[in-house]
């Protein structure tokens, strides 16, 4: 009986290891393959679904095309249908399969706009200007429509007045999502554009509700930390929550942010040129390295923000860092929690960083 029960015992546990091996694969798998890169595809009428998996391998929009085919199996799915499609690497197996089973949408007409993390109204003015029938003018001037921007106010829980403080640039700044979007033609309106940005900001803001009510910023200046700290940052999601606590303990000293990126965007310089001292020294309500912005966040959001960096300002660790300095070549970011150590490395960084 002992014997028996030390074989099932092994049974059991062999059939956890597999269940949990299948589980990994089926997550793999069934993932992404990574990408904000939009693909054009053709299914013919009368193709398999051997057929279709093969394409979309060669597309490179699925990982594997036997485990598409045991996907469809597994599922009973049946009815993907022949036509011209426009999918992307971001999207998942279900997702494609979803789209598959609905059918052909694609219209000659339809036009896609990607706007980026980290890139400022000017930025998203330009590209709608440069792909719709919209001017750079009329997406400045719905930005200062107050009659729009309260309506904005009642649709979403997460826009409150502070949109409509007067030192703000752009009154929507940092609160529309980024993404690539789809619009039947070049047609489309500003307000269907920003609609269609702010629902999805709401998606990623909704979800974090409770966290953003216990924290000590409200939404408007989450949002604030969370566009500097995307600009800070762009390759790893511990250096932004790190750089937030550099920002938060600075703030409670009663010093300045010291950010170059909020200064950048003060004099509204979109270029990589190096800074100049009256530059640094300019007295605005978003160049924190004014002496004048002690103790202070800038007026508002500084560019697009991605949801990494959304919980960076949401979940910061407790530190005692007051600097950070990072290599411009690498990415790699170095904090420090007094100012000497901080100096030496910034002597060290000096060549590298030349011109930053």
Known sequence: MKKLRNVMLVLLVLAGVISIAVGIM?????????????????????S??????EILKEKDLIRNT???????????ITNLKAGKYELNKSMNLAEIIDILKEGNKFSEDEISLTFQEGINMRKIASIIANNTNN???EV???LKDEEYLK???????????SILNKNIYY??????????????NKDVKVEEIFAKLLKKMDTVLSPLKEKIAKSKFNIHELLT???IAEMEVRNKEDYREKVVSVFVNRLNRGMSLGSDVTTRYAIKLDDKRALKKSEYNSVNAYNTRSSTMAGKLPAGPIGMISESSILASLNYPETDYLYFIANINTGETFFYSNSKDFEKKKQELASVNQGY
Not at 26 to 46: A, H, L, R
Not at 48 to 53: H, K, L, P
Not at 66 to 76: A, D
Request: proline share 1%; aromatic share 20%; hydrophobic share 35%.
């Open 26 to 46: 089926f997550n793999y798998y069934s993932s992404s393959v990574g990408g904000n890169e939009k693909v054009d595809v053709t299914i013919e009428n009368g």
């Open 48 to 53: 398999s679904n051997v057929r279709i998996g």
């Open 66 to 76: 036997t485990f598409f085919k045991i996907y469809l199996k597994l599922f009973n």
């Open 135 to 137: 001017t750079e003018e």
């Open 140 to 142: 400045f001037d719905l």
């Open 151 to 161: 309506k904005l106010k009642e649709e979403y829980w997460f826009i409150t007045d």
């Open 171 to 184: 009154s929507l700044e940092g609160y529309l999502y980024p993404d690539t979007y789809r619009f039947a």
């Open 225 to 227: 930390l969370a566009s």
